[in-house]
């Protein structure tokens, strides 16, 4: 089957901890992306990667950091400086044509305390 | 800027027919997404608009005019399990592909 894993589901740190969230995909897609979503809100770019060795910042990179060393994976390592890191994260991928709709992961929801 | 608005909520009878509008304002315009999301759960594909029109899709169709900013999504003969999250997406391209969501359309169906 293919698709869009992250792991995992759920997630509790202590504030000061970096915390890195996983995203793997099967599709063959060569773009990805992560956003973050905060209740009732829509989804932010944090960071994306359209090729493997490269990646551009989003709409609220900071405190974040990625890595593109595979195409298949797209780990997110949210740092001790994010201040306010509670939120629902998700993973996407798609293929590079304006055309296709982006494929989502389950989710990760990142808790804390 | 780039910029998306929905409404907030809506509220409609199972049975019926639900519009939910979508105006944008954005640079490098590449197509429009409509997104399905049901509470913590990630968004699924409904519908992709880029020339202006209507495209229909079973019960869900979506209709785009691109010299007005402007998007809906009809949802006919609703059912329950069409309370969901509906969210407007805009694909841009600006030194890359990249896609902006407004903040989603709570609906809620009601027997």
């Known amino acids: 089957d293919g698709g869009i894993t992250q792991s995992p589901k759920y997630l509790f740190r202590k504030e000061g901890q970096n915390v890195t969230l996983s995203c793997e995909q099967n599709?063959?897609?060569?773009?990805m992306y992560w956003y973050r979503q905060d209740p009732g809100q829509g989804l932010r770019l944090i960071y994306y990667s359209q090729i493997v060795n490269d990646f551009q910042k989003g709409d609220i990179a900071e405190g974040y950091s990625v890595s593109r060393e595979k195409k298949e994976s797209f780990p997110l390592t949210v740092t001790s400086a994010q201040k306010n890191p509670t939120a629902f994260y998700l993973c996407?991928?798609?293929?590079?044509?304006?055309?296709?709709?982006?494929?989502f992961g389950p989710g990760t929801r990142l808790t804390v305390l | 800027g780039q910029n998306i608005d929905q409404p907030t909520e809506m509220t409609a009878t199972e049975g019926a027919i639900v519009q939910i509008n979508c105006t944008y304002q954005t640079s490098g315009f590449n197509g429009l997404f409509w997104y399905q999301q049901h509470a913590g759960e990630a968004p699924t594909f409904l519908s992709y608009n880029v020339l202006d029109g209507l495209e229909e899709k079973g019960r869900f169709s979506s209709f785009l005019s691109r010299s007005k900013g402007y998007s809906y999504l009809l949802l006919k003969e609703l059912q329950m399990k069409d309370s969901a999250s509906y969210l407007c997406a805009v694909r841009v391209l600006t030194g890359g592909f990249k896609t902006i969501f407004g903040a989603g359309t709570r609906l809620f169906v009601k027997a």
């Open positions: 996407a991928s798609q293929t590079e044509t304006s055309y296709n709709e982006q494929f």
């Open positions: 599709l063959n897609h060569d773009a």
